[in-house]
């Protein structure tokens, strides 16, 4: 158990639908990733908080929006579903952000997103 | 910015043989390079990490590998593998300057064979 939860694991929703995933990082950990896993894109890069504030950006569309709360727990909204879509998202969390020694960051176990 | 090249999509190997995972690595910042391991229906385990120091690192499960900056490389190696490594490698590679975020491989699944 990596001390990231994700919920919900699963999830199937109809194209054009939105949706919320949501993840709790490990205690004392400040910065929260979201990553997406396909069978063709691999694993890619959404985005990044550091403390409730945007740290970076990577290949996240538009349709797609995220935010940190106060309580530091995450959310990753996924709007104008699309088939495509249909992905395993991945939450991460770690202490720090850059500056720090390669700090590890933990995963989460996932929410299994299904665009039908 | 950071690429990661893992070489071969798939490995085969026998229950006790050696299990070799390639890494090549593409960065314009001192590298911090990490291997992950996904088991089916599961969320990703570090394995291990380089940051800086020694090159030889050693991670959970007997598991170990060599960060080497003239080649590139930060190759995966087991001496024995067991039915339980069967699963999905993962290497990764991050920076100071990409705000510690991961830029991963395209991941080797390994089969093991008894």
């Known amino acids: 158990d990596s001390g990231v939860t994700q919920t919900p694991k699963h999830l199937i929703t109809a194209t054009g639908q939105r949706v919320t995933l949501r993840c709790s990082p490990r205690?004392?950990?400040?910065?929260v990733y979201w990553y997406q896993q396909s069978l063709d894109q691999g694993l890619q890069f959404l985005i990044q908080?550091?403390?409730?504030?945007?740290?970076a950006k990577g290949n996240i569309l538009e349709r797609f929006s995220a935010q940190q709360f106060p309580d530091l727990h995450s959310e990753l909204n996924l709007s104008s579903l699309e088939l495509g879509d249909s992905a395993l998202y991945f939450c991460?969390?770690?202490?720090?952000?850059?500056?720090?020694?390669?700090?590890?960051?933990?995963f989460g176990e996932g929410s299994w997103l299904t665009v039908v | 910015a950071q690429s990661v090249t893992q070489l071969g999509s798939h490995v085969s190997v026998s229950e006790g043989a050696l299990v070799l995972l390639r890494c090549n690595y593409s960065?314009?910042?001192?590298?911090?390079l990490f291997w992950y391991v996904q088991y089916p229906n599961q969320g990703l385990q570090l394995l291990l990490k380089?940051?800086?120091?020694?090159?030889l690192v050693k991670g959970i499960n007997g598991f170990e590998a060599e960060f080497k900056k003239s080649e590139t490389s930060f190759h995966l190696t087991k001496p024995s593998a067991h039915m339980s490594d069967a699963a999905e490698y993962f290497c990764?590679?991050?920076?100071?300057?990409?705000?510690?975020?991961?830029?991963f491989g395209g991941g080797t699944r390994v089969l093991v064979k008894p």
């Open positions: 908080y550091y403390n409730g504030e945007e740290r």
């Open positions: 205690s004392g950990d400040l910065s």
């Open positions: 380089y940051t800086t120091g020694a090159t």
């Open positions: 991460a969390s770690s202490v720090h952000t850059g500056g720090a020694l390669g700090n590890t960051i933990y």
């Open positions: 960065s314009s910042v001192p590298p911090y």
């Open positions: 990764a590679v991050s920076g100071e300057a990409a705000g510690n975020k991961l830029t």
